[in-house]
């Protein structure tokens, strides 16, 4: 790594290691341990989207996109992790290239449940008349908060110069 930013970290089971709306720009890859990923953890409405395991990474929508986290990722066991800042995901990336596989996978599935999502909110306000406009007005401004990042707010990675 170029910078010494990059570090190992530890989690005990049960902790949280990214949330949902984190800013945080880091790129997380599991060295030793699993995690789960959840949408809306600690919430009534809470799902279990995937457990990673070793070698696998995460926290690549807010570092690629500049969008707040859509997940919460919990320790499943303890957990040793890399954290890659943003200052060092080049570095990370010509030295790592087959983890671009596991961001892109990570990325492609991310827009498949967000889409998913989505229109299962379409489709329960077009079908529910007993929705609370407040409440309907509530999930519409949420829709636009993880719409595509304008060329401005995108990152500037140099992954092939």
């Known amino acids: 790594m170029e910078s010494n ?3 190992m970290v530890r989690f005990a089971e049960d902790e949280v290691i990214l949330c949902q709306g984190s ?3 880091a790129l997380y890859k599991i060295l030793h341990g699993k995690a ?4 809306n953890y600690g919430q009534e409405d809470e799902y279990i989207v995937g457990i990673l ?6 926290g690549e929508f807010t570092l690629l996109c500049g969008k707040p986290s859509i ?9 040793l992790l890399l954290r890659i800042p943003e200052e060092d995901f080049d570095s990370f990336i ?8 596991d961001i892109m996978r990570n990325l492609a599935n991310t827009v498949v449940t967000m889409n998913f999502n989505i229109n299962l909110i379409l489709e329960e306000l077009e079908q529910s008349s007993k929705m609370e406009p407040e409440k ?3 999930i519409s401004r949420r829709i636009p908060h993880y719409a595509p990042v304008s ?4 990152p500037r990675f140099s992954i092939y110069g």
């Open 94 to 101: 010509r030295s790592n290239s087959s983890n671009a596989i």
């Open 53 to 58: 395991s070793e070698q696998r990474c995460f």
């Open 71 to 79: 997940y919460t990722v919990v320790a499943y066991s303890d957990i």
């Open 151 to 154: 060329a401005e707010e995108r």
């Open 136 to 138: 309907i007005r509530e």
């Open 36 to 39: 789960v990923v959840y949408l």
């Open 23 to 25: 800013t945080e720009k």
């Open 5 to 7: 930013e990059s570090k």
